[in-house]
């Protein structure tokens, strides 16, 4: 059976045709549907949100997401390294930097306040799920080139400005909560995710259409991970 009448085509060239402003980016995005719902709209994002979160969930969440700050650095530096000209490679330098300071400083002031010792979340054992994708970011990284290492980035940071805006508005009452809603909204993080959006859809359409559909489902095998990383937060 091929694709529903309303589905989003599989090639891009396909659900380009009649349309100016299309965005390879977006096709990516609706591809990945419904994951991409499932994922920001998940009740872990509702839970914050209003600040009903169970404080065991949110820790154990933080405690293995924290692992995906040094993955998020070193999948940055590898882009850096396979970015086609120096605009890319100092954008990319400056979003390293973030990695590695503001971001890096949220989390051991949280785990600080959440009574974590810092043994816990320096090495935390990694979930099953943590140790699958962080595995399959860094075979992404490795195995592919520029846009392939992007595609993990972009689906991953995305789905994170999504919720944040989702939830923007309601202000849960503890701080560490509410920050980091912060984080995932102020300007330079959504700066960052449109660059991204930008970079897929200038180099996406050039590819050929293997590494078209070899993009595609990267991204959306990423934000299928995103969800089941939400899940794994509930299961003690």
Same mark, same amino acid.
């Given at each position: 059976?091929?694709?529903? =009448?309303?589905?989003?085509p599989a090639r891009f060239e396909e659900y380009a045709d009649g349309r100016g402003d299309a965005r390879f980016s977006e096709w990516l995005r609706e591809r990945s549907e419904p994951a991409w719902t499932e994922a920001t709209r998940h009740r872990f994002v509702a839970e914050l949100g209003d600040d009903t979160l169970d404080e065991a969930v949110f820790r154990r969440y933080l405690v293995q997401d924290y692992a995906f700050l040094e993955l998020g650095a070193r999948t940055t530096a590898l882009a850096v390294a396979q970015a086609p000209s120096m605009d890319e490679m100092r954008r990319l330098s400056e979003q390293l930097s973030v990695l590695t300071g503001s971001e890096n400083d949220y989390f051991e002031r949280a785990f600080a306040e959440l009574g974590v010792p810092e043994a816990e979340w320096r090495e935390p054992p990694l979930e099953p799920t943590t140790r699958a994708f962080t595995d399959f970011v860094l075979r992404a990284a490795h195995e592919g080139g520029y846009e392939e290492t992007l595609s993990t980035t972009l689906a991953a940071e995305w789905?994170?400005?999504d919720w944040a805006r989702h939830v923007?508005?309601?202000g849960p009452e503890r701080w560490y909560l509410d920050e980091w809603i912060e984080i995932h909204t102020v300007e330079e993080f959504e700066a960052y995710v449109e660059w991204l959006r930008e970079q897929f859809d200038?180099?996406? =359409?050039?590819?050929s259409a293997r590494r078209q559909r070899?993009?595609?489902?990267?991204?959306?095998?990423?934000v299928d991970l995103e969800v089941a990383f939400f899940d794994m937060a509930y299961e003690s």
């Open positions: 059976m091929g694709d529903e =009448p309303d589905a989003t789905v994170y400005l923007a508005d309601r200038t180099y996406g =359409p050039e590819l070899r993009v595609a489902e990267l991204f959306s095998r990423t």
